[in-house]
């Protein structure tokens, strides 16, 4: 009964503070609290960072399968313009149709590697499949390649700058659907028998799969862990939420990222509050869903 009384109590707190509007607010804040830095316009030196990021070698990790690799010449076209400009970077892009990509000219100190990959039937698979991928690249291609590794998805392009003020040894965005959520609004994955289960209560941010990065050591810790999960998962037959979004939000849970990035860094301009947004560094191709799908 005690305890019980407790819970209620405590619950009764939890509300008032979402009531009041500070949590709400979180998605707002230039820093977490566990005082990693959230990455907004005017936050950060640009100069002083590509000083002390003179020699840093990054990495930008895609994946283009079936029909999306229509999305693949658009996206490394805009990278070229605004992803880490004047830096030394390798893109490592998988396909199943290594013949068909169009390469794009690229700047001095650029590289791309077009990687072969198999193409899984259920799109579920083919995104949780870069997953496994990275932890393969991670461990044995990556290290010595470069310092730094950034995964996104692929039916994106780069609309403003995106620069080394991105890089930590662990970085996740925002979500733009829930930057302005409370905690109990975000959709983790809410199952316990999901290896990706976060209870109600738990967690800082929404997290969105489409952008995150981090030291090579780091991304190789994570998406071992995010591929355990989703074997977990599949051994009881069943899927996360939001497939290996749902695990890198658990892992994120546990393993605080040390910097985040505000939604400058993934929008939709379908989106409500874009306002709020004053670059739109990273942007979502609209796309016919049945038709890029099937
Ligand atoms: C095919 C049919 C339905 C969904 C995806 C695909 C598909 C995805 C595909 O045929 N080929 C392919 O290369 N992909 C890759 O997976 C591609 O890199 C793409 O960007 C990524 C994720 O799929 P996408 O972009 O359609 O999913 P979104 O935009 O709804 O993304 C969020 O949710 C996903 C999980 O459901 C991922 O976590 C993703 O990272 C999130 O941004
Ligand atoms: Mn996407």
Redesign the pocket.
Known sequence: KVAEKAIELEHCERKLLLKSGNMRKMGLNVLSPWLAPIIWDGTYNIDMLNQQHNGTRIGLF???????IRFLLPFLESAERYFMVGHKVTYYAFTDKVNDVVKPKLADGRILQIHDVVADQR??D??MR?MEILTVFTKEHMPKEIDYLVCA???MVFNDHVGVEILGDLVATLHPVYFLSEPDAFSYERRPISAAYIPYGLGDFYY???LYGGKVEEIYKLSVSCQKGIMKDKEKDIEAA????SHLNWYLVYNKPTKILSPEYLWDTNLPNGELIKKKRFL?VHKNHQE??N
């Open positions: 895609v994946f283009a399968v079936k029909k999306y799109w579920q083919v995104s870069r998805d692929v039916d969105m799969a489409a939001w497939q290996e979004e979502a890029v799908r």
